[in-house]
């Protein structure tokens, strides 16, 4: 089972970080949208789409465009702010908000969720009774390994589970990793994808047989202002590094993997699933 996922957010983060003037940059990140748009309608493919609630709501045509062609829509906050040091409070209100805009514009019930930067942890996983309360029936947030700003590693299975927490139940489509030296690495998206050759890839894909992307259509962008800058005590270096190596040829690398294996949404893939014979995992 390999499941295709995008966050959207590139056209508020490019507004927001001021990465270029506006008339440079949307040009490329709109045809990079179509141009993935149209290789998903060539292969038949559907994939879940997670929109930024500001993004929704200063771009509501990013999202019709998506929905136009039939794909499976979710949400990634509204903020997109990491939840590390949330309230409960904070992330209800910031949910509540991204679902009604989103679903405003769909006119469809939004109930699929990834945080910003996989920030649920072991120390907020209650955000996840959130989710479930606000008929979020999906969660991708969890990244079963340790990372900048998120990271589960004593979540117990790399596998679609059941979530039991706070009296509520929500599916969990955790992201997968590989034992690449000893340390369990990310390879299906973002940055990872952007630094792993293709045929390393191709072999990780074919291995496992459960597989979920996530892309950002900035990570595509190969013409993107690059800038030398410090984030939250990492060094400028290790920054630049983790946000433009491989860019160059990133998107052609996407088409092969889309295009050399087959892809279903979250949506699809629940209908899949014998959810009765997946973990439960208790937090």
Known sequence: MRILTFD?????????YKIGDKR???????NYLDETLDLLDERNTKATFFILGKLAKDWPKVVTRITSRGHHIGCHSFSHKFWNNSTPKEVAEDTHKALDIIENITGK??????????????????????????????????????????????????????????GTLIKEFPVVTASILGREVAYSGGGYFRMFPY??????????????????????????????????????????FKKYYGL????????????????????????????????RIIL
Not at 8 to 16: K, M, S, T
Not at 215 to 230: A, E, N, P
Request: glycine share 4%; hydrophobic share 35%; with cysteine.
């Open 8 to 16: 959207i957010e590139d056209w508020w983060a490019y507004d927001y």
């Open 24 to 30: 440079d940059w949307l040009p490329r990140i709109d």
């Open 109 to 166: 019930k939004v109930d699929a969720y990834r945080a910003p930067a996989f920030s649920v942890t072991e120390k907020n996983s209650w955000i996840l009774s959130i989710l479930a309360e606000n008929g979020i029936e999906y969660d991708c947030s969890i990244f079963p390994s340790t990372r900048s700003y998120g990271g589960f590693p004593s979540y117990k299975t790399k596998l679609p589970s059941v979530i039991h927490i706070n």
């Open 199 to 240: 045929w390393k890839i191709r072999s990780l894909v074919q291995e496992n047989e459960y597989v979920m992307t996530y892309f950002h259509i900035k990570d595509f962008d190969k013409d993107q202002i690059r800038t030398y800058r410090s984030f939250e005590g990492e060094s400028a270096i290790s920054r630049y």
């Open 248 to 279: 160059k040829g990133n998107f052609s690398k996407f088409c092969k993997v889309v295009n050399n294996f087959d892809f279903i949404s979250v949506e699809q893939a629940d209908k899949m699933i014998n959810w009765a014979q997946q973990p």
